[in-house]
């Protein structure tokens, strides 16, 4: 019988303590999602080269900490990824575990701001026991999404009747207790940067803050490219002429690369439904494609919309 490696009885580890945790607590279950085996790669994500860059630095605490000593410095104790909805943050912060050899553990900082507000029990209670599991984890990369919780469009965005204050004072205590953990990695990200609170910048949190900004036009053919890739490859068969990528994304430079993700799926599933029903149908062309990013902007006139980076 073959012997379960280290890296497999970590994966399991992390699992089980992680699903012990949340029986515990109905707001950690409602508003984390643990991944112990993140495969995010580099080339699946679409350019953003310069942040790719400060992911795969950061990784070094985890994998070579001795280089920084080297150096007469020290990682610093968080990365804060800023960037407007659909622009890649979470797949980069995926990268960092995946580069770490982490497990990843996301933090929906919004629903967890809602069950805390709607009765979460006890939270010194469960700040304590959120140390004590980290502290019994395997190594973890932990990533705060969306720290700006009160502009969040999933709760609605523009919140004026949370009740800032004592969430605030929870968060940082969150945050400080994770970043306290030897074992983990942290980071965070908004896609509100002119209205974070100035507390989440302090010393010893998220003090490195990296730019999440895709280069117009040649980012977003990467992302397009990545992703009609990997949709052939799910298909297991040619999906596409050749495309004029660059001709697609020209006339829409304010288009995040999650937006343009929904858009070659808006595509794909036309396809499919004329599949489904017997019609002819021809592979996907630079034609489809800009006729479906006009059918966008007429929907985006009526209903402002973001897309997310998948």
């Known amino acids: 019988m073959p012997l379960v490696d280290d890296r497999t009885l970590q994966r ?3 699992q089980n303590l992680w699903a012990s945790f949340e029986r515990k607590f109905s707001a950690v279950a409602h508003a984390t999602e643990l991944d112990a085996a993140p495969e995010q790669s580099a080339e ?4 953003l080269a310069a942040a790719k860059e400060e992911i795969l630095t ?7 900490p001795e280089v920084y000593e080297r150096w007469g410095t020290q990682p610093p104790h968080a990365l804060l990824l800023i960037g407007q909805p659909g622009v890649g ?9 995946r580069h770490a050899e982490t497990a990843f553990l996301r933090v929906d900082v919004p629903q967890l701001v809602l069950q805390v507000v709607h009765g979460a029990g006890n939270l010194g209670e469960l700040l304590a026991a959120w140390t004590q599991a980290l502290d019994e984890m395997p190594p973890v990369t932990a990533f705060f999404d969306e720290l700006e919780f009160s502009r969040a469009q999933e709760i609605g965005a523009r919140r004026p009747d949370l009740p800032v204050g004592p969430i605030m004072d929870f968060l940082l205590d969150l945050v400080d207790r994770t970043i306290a953990v030897e074992s983990i990695l942290v980071a965070g990200s908004t ?18 803050i990296v730019e999440v900004l895709p280069s117009f036009p040649d980012d977003l053919v990467a992302t397009l490219r990545v992703h009609g890739a990997a949709a052939e490859k799910r298909a297991a068969r040619k999906l596409f002429d050749p495309v004029d990528w660059l001709e697609v994304v020209k006339g829409q430079p304010g288009l995040t690369p999650g937006e ?3 858009l070659l799926h808006a595509v794909l599933r036309r396809k499919a439904r004329c599949d489904a029903t017997g019609e002819p149908v021809s592979p996907v062309s630079t034609h489809d494609l800009r006729e479906e990013v006009e059918r966008f902007r007429r929907a985006s006139v009526r209903i402002p919309h973001v897309g997310t980076y998948v």
């Open 12 to 14: 399991e580890r992390a």
């Open 260 to 262: 343009w993700v929904r």
């Open 89 to 97: 943050k979470t797949l980069l912060a995926r990268l960092l575990a």
């Open 191 to 208: 896609s509100h940067p002119d209205t974070l609170r100035p507390a989440f910048l302090a010393a010893r949190r998220f003090e490195r």
């Open 58 to 64: 950061y990784a070094c605490a985890a994998t070579s």
């Open 44 to 47: 699946e994500i679409g350019g």
